[in-house]
Each structure stands twice: as C-alpha cells, then as structure tokens.
C-alpha cells in the first residue's frame, strides 16, 4: 500500500481520516495562501486544500496526498 499523507493541520481532519486510515503521516505546506478575488466564496475551502495538497505532492509524488 501507497504511503498516505494528510496534508492539513487541522486537528478534526486527523481526527476524521484516523477512522479511515491506521497509518498516515501529516505534512503542511509552506507557502501562502492564495485566494483570486472572483472565486465564489463556497469555492474557496476547495481551492485552499488543493493548493495545500498539491504543495506537499511535489515533494511525495508516490505517495497519496490528501488535502
């Protein structure tokens, strides 16, 4: 099994993916936070995780990243 990687601080995902998921590392992105002034609102979470993931992939990319 591909090594899995919570790419999120936030102690709810942890809590969440930890019923899922036995073994998981947890790796936070560095760079900032970029929101484009003409993303709907609801799109924001989205747009944040994917950056966030996408982030920690570039360094992991045999592993499954989850935002």
């Known amino acids: 099994m591909r090594r899995v990687i919570l790419a999120s601080k936030s102690p709810r995902r942890q ?3 930890k019923m899922i998921i036995d073994d998981f590392d ?3 992105s560095n760079n900032p ?3 484009s002034k003409f993303l ?3 799109k924001v ?3 944040l995780a ?3 993931a996408l982030e920690v992939y ?3 990319k ?3 990243v989850i935002g």
Do not use: F, G
């Open 26 to 28: 947890i790796i936070t």
């Open 40 to 42: 709907p609102l609801k």
């Open 33 to 35: 936070e970029k929101i």
């Open 62 to 64: 045999d592993c499954v």
């Open 50 to 52: 994917k950056q966030k």
């Open 58 to 60: 570039k360094n992991n």
């Open 15 to 17: 809590e969440l993916l």
């Open 45 to 47: 979470p989205v747009s």
